[in-house]
């Protein structure tokens, strides 16, 4: 049939090739599906069908191919079964970046503190006047210049100490982090699927760390009934388990890995949607899923209060809206001297990328 076939523009495809555009959508159900190569391929034929994503030109098995050729994925020859490579699941972090960094907001708001004094380490557009005291580095020749010529004009052209200029610099505190995330069964419960954006702030976050604060340190430790770390490739694959919530022992390997880490500057960031609710006491699990169990929450703030005096503030992020369970994390937090959101899903990415620049940087004069 001749005419014409209409599509709803979308600017974020312009210029795209249809194989970037596909492996766009590919990455995304990455993430979904816990790194199942042949789950998201699945879903990509259905969607192909319903969406029409391919043309008579390249079709699906065009993708398939180009995958493989430009390494994307690895076929197993032995069994046939597919996996991820490494370039994929960097791929994966940098889209979790742009994708939560595209809705930030440019900001100067910011309080965090450092504990280590020194000049800063990278120039900024902000300028002000020389001040005594100021080195010689830090002076902005070409307006200090152009002051000069206005105040002085330029057939007389002198340059005194109320025409420089300073260009501001920044100092970057160098920090270790800890990236706590709760993979218990109610992180899926309700319908509700919390446990991709936790997954794609934690990818986002590492990626935003290794690329521009190659200094810093980022770990990553999941609890349930128990707690353990992990790597930075598991990230795609990561899934929730039919765990309680086991915040006490998150937060001890949290301090146990923080006591390593020699930067001076020290932060535990935890996400969960729900109350603590399991202790491991010797090889036995002590549970309560019906209220807050007094003692479960008295052992939290305890480590709340150890991390206060180790000068490690504790950035809760509670995706949930009980007006008892936010009583509990705000108690938490004044012991802790820290912070607390309560964030939507949707917001949770903004929330967490603000704090965390908003301690990486602040003005030196």
Same mark, same amino acid.
């Given at each position: ?40 391929l699945q879903w990509m034929n259905q969607l192909d069908r319903e969406y029409d994503l391919t043309t008579p030109e390249y079709g699906m098995g065009d993708f ?64 002000? %006047? ?66 991709? %954006? ?43 388990? %039919? ?9 001890? =390997? ?24 399991? =202790? ?86």
């Amino acid at each position: 049939m001749i005419g014409f076939h209409f599509t709803k523009y979308d600017p974020s495809q312009e210029g795209k090739s249809k194989f970037d555009q596909l492996l766009d959508l590919f990455m995304q159900l990455l993430t979904y599906t816990n790194g199942d190569v042949s789950e998201a391929l699945q879903w990509m034929n259905q969607l192909d069908r319903e969406y029409d994503l391919t043309t008579p030109e390249y079709g699906m098995g065009d993708f398939i191919d180009d995958l493989k050729d430009k390494g994307y994925i690895d076929e197993n020859k032995q069994d046939g079964s597919i996996q991820v490579t490494p370039k994929t699941e960097q791929g994966i972090r940098k889209r979790s970046l742009e994708e939560i960094f595209g809705k930030l907001k440019k900001t100067k708001q910011g309080n965090h503190q450092t504990f280590k004094h020194g000049n800063g380490d990278e120039s900024n557009n902000e300028t002000r %006047p020389f001040q005594f005291g100021d080195i010689l580095e830090q002076i902005d020749f070409t307006e200090s210049i152009r002051n000069a010529q206005i105040n002085h004009g330029i057939d007389s052209f002198r340059m005194q100490e109320d025409d420089l200029q300073i260009r501001e610099t920044d100092f970057k505190a160098q920090t270790s982090t800890v990236l706590m995330i709760d993979i218990s069964h109610s992180m899926i419960l309700y319908g509700e699927d919390r446990i991709t %954006p936790a997954k794609k702030v934690a990818m986002a976050l590492s990626e935003l760390i290794t690329t521009k604060y190659p200094k810093d340190t980022l770990d990553i430790v999941v609890f349930g009934n128990d707690a353990w770390p992990v790597e930075i490739k598991d990230l795609p694959f990561l899934q929730v388990g %039919p765990y309680h919530t086991n915040t006490v022992a998150g937060l001890e =390997l949290a301090m146990d890995i923080l006591r390593r880490r020699r930067n001076p500057n020290k932060q535990i960031f935890m996400i969960t949607d729900g109350k603590p609710t399991c =202790l491991k006491i010797g090889k036995k699990y002590y549970k309560n899923s019906f209220g807050l169990d007094r003692k479960i929450t008295s052992r939290c703030l305890n480590l709340a209060a150890q991390c206060k005096k180790l000068k490690i503030p504790i950035t809760t992020f509670m995706i949930a809206s009980d007006p008892y369970l936010q009583r509990f994390v705000n108690e938490f937090t004044e012991t802790n001297n820290g912070k607390a959101f309560f964030a939507a899903l949707d917001h949770l990415g903004a929330f967490i990328f603000r704090d965390f620049e908003s301690g990486k940087r602040k003005t030196v004069y």
